[in-house]
């Protein structure tokens, strides 16, 4: 059978991420980003092997960025594009795997959208425009909450009123499924074990950062919850709060809830605890230089990752390994080594040389000899999400 294309398309509240994923290559044949969207310096920028070339389209949406996209992905793939995969963030407990797309999955997913109001509307968008420019091709939805809807119900719910999950759905649903699930298929791979007999710790670590439990291939326990909000220190999240820290900046401070919810996504995590950035490679450059709130920020997170690992190791029968990913996972072995001292109890102790060896895409083992497993594994959503589709067309 010929090696068949799928295109890729994350939809943003004003950007698509899109990225053509052939089944017979590991690298992508085209990839890029439109950004802007709906705004006089709306732009199409885009990588092909290793040329890069750009295309403003000014206050161009996404069907206009998706018809400019066409002839690119058509001359990159020879005409043969055999489907489309959108990532969905929130699937709600209806969508436990891929969707084909129809009226009916469309119409589920906007109902969704209370849910992920940042999100959904923007993948929404993104499909309508997609089926108009691509009608003959066939679509499919990948939900990052699916991997996820395995968890049992004494990890997902909340020790809320029952009515409350029950008519409004207030429960853990957990984010970055896609790479946890891809990340951890990897690892056993690499480890030589079976991924339906194994059992291991990931840690997603990027602006946006989870851990999860991962035994036999499905997600047993995870750190994001209702909303992406809740878990570890992020780059501008603040991560797992006191609840009633709403009530006392509003009584104290007379903020609004719109604005507590504001600076506690956009302005807190390492931005807010380092007052200087939410890029860890800007922070751990200051660190360097003594700055103390860069320091602070680095000690921080490292702490609340172990304590978030250690937490989801209740829901392992045994540790095969842990899993560090996403581009902080991939690319920092300060934050792996710090995080990895907090974890002595679990036997875990890296490796210097091997652990610096790993960054800019190399995966491997960071363990020293005779210790637990500790690997790192570069996600590849993109890959998952053309994975799923494939299996849907098949």
Known sequence: MPSRNILVINCGSSSIKFALVSEAHSQFPLFGIAERLGSR??????????????LMIPNGDYRVALSQLLPLVQAATGGKLHGIGHRVVHGGERFTSAQRLDSEVIAAIRAIAPLAPLHNPAA??????AMSVYPQLPQVAVFDTSFHQSLPEHAYRYAVPEHLYRDHGVRRYGFHGTSHRYVSHRAAEI???????????????GNGCSTCAIVDGQSRDTSMGLTPLEGLVMGTRSGDIDPNL????????????EEITRVLNSESGLKGLSGLSNDMRALEQAREQGHPGATLAIEVFCYRLAKSLAAMSCALPQLDGLIFTGGIGENSPLIRSKTVTHLKLFDLAIDKEANARCIRGIAGPIHKYGHTRILVVPTNEERQIALDTLALLN
């Open 41 to 54: 310096d709306a732009e199409l920028r885009w990588q092909r092997g290793g040329d890069k070339d750009s």
């Open 124 to 129: 929404l968008q993104g499909i309508e425009a």
């Open 191 to 205: 480890a030589g074990l079976s991924i339906g007999d194994s059992s291991w710790l990931s840690a997603h670590l």
């Open 246 to 257: 709403h009530g006392h900046l509003a009584s104290t401070l007379g903020w609004s809830l």
